[in-house]
């Protein structure tokens, strides 16, 4: 994918998305336009870090961009399409990875026939293994859809679902990682209180669950399957044992 790919919005996800297309080698660095509100700072760290073009001109930005990808706060996205609108063209595919905003939100706002995609990946997407879901706007063709799937499949996995699934998917794979996190958080100080060193225990752990997702995806049995074929149902037949 050769196409010069603006960010609007130079936050955590932004970066995530930004460190895993380099790390695939979608696109050079030299390709990828980075602007944000207001903060220079974190424009100069994504600079200096993945050596991307950044700025705050949003006509500079937007000029020569294929996709143009919204990455801001809930709350800074009616500022930050108002000021995109004199730049947005026909052409452009625009993906918007900002939680709980609708793609009619945008359309309305940019009020010009141009597509749309709404996206929701993780944070997994800095080492390439995202989940990602998108969902169409009005204007969205399929030929849209498929650049976007494809865009996203470079850092991790991508499925297109209907919008009004996207409050679930938020749910389950946004915000995924952090429930994971926090088992893998109990299980280790657990495994610590029971006397294993920490970095024992979490070498283990990790492994443990890195293994266990290898198993849903390469055996293809489901989760409670898997997991009652660890566990053992109490029996009070003890003959049996």
Known sequence: MADKIAFIGAGSMAEAIISGILEMGVCSNEQILVTNKENEDRLA??????????????DNIMQDAAIVVLATKPYD???????????????????????????????????KKVAVVRAMPNTSASIGMSATALAAGEF????????????????????????????????????????????????????????LPEKVAKQ???????????????????ADMLREKIT????NDRSRH
């Open 140 to 195: 969205a063709l399929t030929a849209d859809m498929q650049r976007a799937k494809k865009l996203f499949e470079t850092i991790g996995t991508a499925e297109i679902v209907a919008e009004a699934d996207m409050h679930a998917v938020t749910a389950v794979s946004g915000s995924g990682p952090a429930y994971i996190y926090y088992l893998v958080e109990a299980m280790e100080k657990a495994a610590v209180r029971a006397g």
């Open 77 to 111: 996205i009616k500022q930050a399409i108002m000021g995109i609108k004199p730049f947005v063209k026909p052409n452009q595919l625009i993906i918007s990875v900002v939680a709980g905003i609708s793609t009619d939100f945008i359309s309305t706002l940019l009020d």
């Open 232 to 235: 053992s149902k109490k029996r």
């Open 45 to 58: 760290y994504l600079k200096g870090t993945y050596h991307v073009q950044t700025g705050q001109s949003k």
């Open 204 to 222: 283990l752990i990790v492994q443990t669950v890195l293994g266990a997702g290898e198993m849903l995806q390469k055996t293809g049995e489901s």
